[in-house]
């Protein structure tokens, strides 16, 4: 499958890596290495996160990696990597829903 990043989910990485990287530059490169790598597993297993609790909507779904919720969309043969937010964070329906 086809992965598209949308401009939401890569800000949200680049914010997260930065703030890790203000006490941590190796971690902060270490976890968006993960993060990507974890994404680049959902071209050949695309259903391998679960639901996400807040919707449901079997065409979204999660992948937790560490302290982080990975949301994406399934559709039209592609995986939509829709934003990147802390467990802890609310996750705003509008900013993944369209």
Do not use: C
């Amino acid at each position: 499958m086809i992965i598209v990043w949308s401009r939401l989910a890569l800000e949200r990485v680049m914010e997260i890596a930065d703030y890790i990287a203000a006490d941590k530059p190796i971690a902060a490169h270490n976890w968006v290495t993960e993060i990507f790598d974890a994404v680049e597993n959902l071209a050949n297993f695309p259903e391998l996160g679960r639901g996400i609790p807040e919707i449901r909507d079997k065409r979204y779904r999660q992948i937790i990696k560490g302290n982080y919720r990975i949301i994406y969309k399934l559709e039209d043969g592609k995986v939509y990597i829709l934003t990147v937010r802390h467990g802890r964070q609310i996750l705003p329906l509008d900013e993944i829903q369209s």
